[in-house]
């Protein structure tokens, strides 16, 4: 049976009233339907042709601006609109920071059904560009062209591009010329590269096809001034593969961990690849209050360092540890907030289901000198257990930072089994945090909130909650 084909319909001076989720903002339908736009700010009027209906929305995009939005400033990066990366970038930060809070604030009351003190504003972050530590690019020999290239008779040269993926796109890179996420060296470090690459013949990666030499690049910075870059190959060239990483190593001296990855799969991860060190160290450390986090290829990182900082103390103050709590940190991954928290807790147990970060975790403790804190790898729901409490002892706060999809209902019922005294919950989706503590407010009072932005120029924010036990009366 054939597809049946959305008529596409145009709206004429619609006003653009608020933001929603994943980046989009929301207009009305003359027939009162929300329609999501991917391409306009709160306060525009514009003209919208649909390309999706459903029964309570539209999608669509803005085809004709009429009024622009006092909420406006003009994007920084030459790429906006086309890359995907960060879609706020047109909305000056003051307003970004005013729509995620509302966003957070939201999400607690009507999904969660949730009662909130006062709400502690937003903290921004000081820097809006160049704040991520770690950016990965891919190389592909059919770049993405723009519509004035498709439209145009000019030979179009080399299609070869190093950059991101387009959004829905899995096989379509747009070539960067310079992005705002990551500070310099980043973007002299991958033109060179792609610049070398073409003029010694060095083959870009097609993923359709499968054929190729360069497949991806990792760049990693750091606080304390080290510099990682890591190349994927899809196959060993060992000539061609040193020539490159010779002029990278000789390029930039301050490189100091160049690594590479011979990845012949169909896919781009390397958690199960094996990672070689060129030249220089394999890892590269992070510091945080005069703690050293050893961070190797596969580790992970908050992205953005100063904001991490940042959240963790915030994380830390509503603990408001005495030094005499034995506390648990649900989803640790490489220990960060167990350790940041160490000195004021009597000891601290970190969980976590992914054995390479648990190592990394030890290791890191150990060369903190941190000796209480203890960590232990496992599946949450099932690790985290009766059996497991009455062999490390009942928990006087629980710390919870779990992943997007925020915790399973299991380990949410263990909590409610142990009943802790208060706990810290930082998530990443105030949607899934929002779904959780509904599940705890029969025992548990919200007494603090605050929201956290890691993420300037995009929709992403994290969200702090802190929940006391009842008093029962």
């Known amino acids: 049976m054939a597809r049946r084909k959305t008529k596409r319909q145009i709206f004429e001076n619609i006003e653009v009233i608020d933001a929603g989720a994943k980046g989009k903002t929301i207009a009305k339908a003359p027939d009162g339907r929300v329609i999501f736009l991917p391409n306009a700010v709160p306060g525009d009027v514009v003209d919208v042709q649909t390309f999706k209906k459903r029964k309570a929305y539209f999608e669509g995009k803005a085809i004709k601006f ?60 000081a820097e809006q560009y160049f704040y991520r530590n770690k950016m990965e690019f891919s190389f592909s020999d059919s770049r993405w062209l723009t519509m004035e290239e498709v439209q145009s008779d000019e030979d179009l040269g080399d299609r070869n591009a190093l950059g991101f993926h387009i959004p829905g796109m899995w096989d379509k890179i747009l070539d960067i010329d310079k992005c705002w996420l990551q500070e310099d060296p980043s973007n002299a470090i991958r033109n060179a590269v792609k610049t070398f690459a073409v003029a010694n013949d060095l083959e ?106 940042e959240l963790y103390k915030i994380t830390r103050d509503f603990a408001d540890l ?26 601290v147990i970190g969980v ?42 009942q928990p006087d706060v629980i710390i919870t930072d779990p992943p997007r999809d925020g915790m399973h209902k299991d ?40 929201a956290v932005d890691m993420f300037p120029q995009t929709h992403h924010v994290e969200n702090v909650v802190l929940l006391e036990k009842r008093s029962l009366i």
């Not at 190729?212 to 510099?227: E, F, N, P, V, W």
């Not at 054995?355 to 232990?376: C, S």
């Open 411 to 450: 380990v949410v019922n263990q909590i409610l089994n142990i009943a802790p005294q208060k706990i810290v919950y930082v998530s990443c989706n105030s949607a899934t945090q929002a779904r959780d503590l509904a599940l705890l407010k029969d025992i548990y009072s919200i007494t603090k909130t605050q």
């Open 352 to 393: 976590e289901a992914v054995p390479d970060a648990i190592i990394a975790a030890k290791e890191n403790a150990q060369l903190n000198g941190i000796d209480n804190v203890n960590f232990f790898v496992g599946d949450m729901k099932t690790v985290f257990n009766a059996e497991f409490i009455s062999t490390h002892g």
């Open 204 to 309: 870009f990666f097609n993923t359709r096809n499968q054929t190729g030499l360069l497949r991806t690049m990792m760049i990693r910075t750091s606080s304390t001034g080290d510099l990682m870059v890591l190349i994927q190959f899809f196959k060993e060239d060992r000539e061609k593969r040193e020539l490159l990483l010779d002029y990278i190593a000789s390029t930039f001296p301050q490189i100091t961990s160049l690594q590479y990855v011979v990845n012949e799969k169909a896919n781009d991860t390397i958690y199960d690849q094996n990672v070689i060190c060129y030249n220089g160290n394999d890892h590269i450390f992070e510091e945080m209050e005069g703690l050293n986090f050893k961070i190797n290829a596969k580790s992970f990182y908050q992205t953005n360092s100063s904001q991490a900082y």
């Open 66 to 125: 009429h009024t622009l939005s006092d909420k406006r400033t003009t994007p920084k990066c030459q790429h906006f609109g086309v890359c995907g990366g960060c879609k706020w970038q047109d909305m000056a930060y003051e307003f970004q920071l005013e729509y995620k809070q509302k966003e957070v604030t939201n999400n607690l009351v009507r999904i969660g059904h949730l009662e909130l003190p006062e709400v502690t504003p937003i903290l921004g972050a």
């Open 322 to 347: 005495k030094g005499d709590e034995l506390v648990y940190d649900l989803y640790t991954g490489t220990g960060t907030i167990a350790q940041f928290i160490a000195k004021q807790a009597k000891h």
